[in-house]
């Protein structure tokens, strides 16, 4: 081979490599490196393959992990809060309701009328007990609205509770 095929030779293999290495850079696939890149960066002190690929280092990341587990642990315990106060029939009464209900299943091979005749009592129980339920918050809504000495701002924020309140008989 001449030295002018060898020289064109050579410099079509350099445009191959810059035309990979462009293909590369405009791709949403992982990059690949070269030995030569990777033994220059782990010359530079890059301890992690992260690290090495311009992210966040081991110690970092750890940090970040930390971060991202005690913001889901005060969601979680928000979350539980929220439970705990959407819950409109106690845990004690709710859970005398559902050994009746329990009850009530167990009856029905037997006292199949009887059975349902003692769920429609049951379900009108709960329904009175949230009846009053309802009724005790919106009389504490009401509490204190009359007075002369009431400001706008208290109405305004009576109304926000108002709204709370009609969303969460809207939401059942």
């Known amino acids: 081979m001449s030295s002018t095929e060898a020289t064109r030779t050579d410099d079509m293999a350099t445009t191959d490599e810059m035309a990979t290495t462009d293909e590369e850079t405009t791709t949403d696939e992982p990059r690949t490196t070269d030995s030569r890149t990777t ?4 010359d530079r002190g890059a301890s992690s393959a992260a690290e090495r690929l311009g992210g966040p280092s ?3 990341q750890r940090q970040d992990t930390t971060a991202r587990r005690a913001e889901t642990s005060a969601d979680d315990q928000a979350d539980t809060a929220a439970e705990q106060q959407a819950t409109l029939i106690p845990a004690d009464r709710a859970e005398s309701y559902n050994s009746r209900w329990n009850d009530l299943k167990g009856e029905f091979v037997d006292e199949p009328r009887g059975a349902v005749r003692g769920a429609n009592e049951l379900v009108g129980e709960v329904l009175d007990e949230l009846e009053e339920l309802f009724r005790r918050q919106r009389a504490d809504l009401e509490d204190g609205l009359e007075s002369d000495q009431t400001t706008t701002e208290d109405l305004r924020l009576a109304l926000g509770r108002y709204r709370s309140f009609f969303d969460r008989l ?3």
């Not at 033994?39 to 782990?42: A, G, L, N």
Request: net charge negative.
């Open 39 to 42: 033994d220059d960066m782990q």
């Open 58 to 60: 081991e110690s970092e």
């Open 170 to 172: 809207l939401s059942f």
